[in-house]
């Protein structure tokens, strides 16, 4: 099978999986931690793109789960994330972890935030290698073992 092939397939069910805890995943910390690992998949690389910022947009807009929040809060939250990266990657990245770890209580919502990760990551048909160590560490911060989502 391709790379595509396998990156099209693990994002694909990476998100039947967060459909299926749809309703489980309501709470502040998954909202807050999945915002921060999109903004973390979205600054891997050191640099964001205008099109990084439209995939999350797009998830925001069409996730299922999602739309469990408000939008507009979503897409606040996202940005500042962003903010904290841009100015400072290092310290950024920190922040953003803590964020991040706020999903570590449940397990449901620790694994839901890694897939939001790799769903992210794998949106542009690229889960590069910088977009998989970011969401690795996200898996050790989450105490979650980086193999169990193929990382």
């Not at 990156?7 to 694909?12: C, F, L, N, P, T």
Request: some cysteine; charged content about 30%; proline content about 3%.
């Amino acid at each position: 099978m391709a790379l595509w092939d396998r990156i099209k397939e693990s994002a694909s069910t990476m998100q039947t999986q967060l459909l299926a805890k749809k309703n489980e995943l309501t709470s502040g910390a998954f909202r807050d931690a999945s915002m921060a690992m999109c903004a973390l998949v979205a600054a891997a690389d050191g640099r964001i793109d205008p099109s990084e910022r439209q995939r999350v947009a797009q998830l925001i807009a069409t996730n299922d789960v999602l739309q469990n929040f408000p939008a507009d809060d979503l897409h606040r939250r996202f940005e500042e994330n962003l903010d904290r990266l841009t100015r400072d990657f290092a310290l950024g990245k920190v922040s953003v972890l803590q964020e991040i770890a706020k999903a570590k209580k449940k397990p449901a919502e620790a694994r839901a935030v890694v897939q939001i990760g790799i769903v992210i990551g794998g949106a542009d048909g690229d889960f590069d290698k910088t977009e998989q160590a970011v969401v690795r560490e996200a898996c050790f911060t989450l105490d979650l073992p980086p193999h169990e989502f193929d990382l």
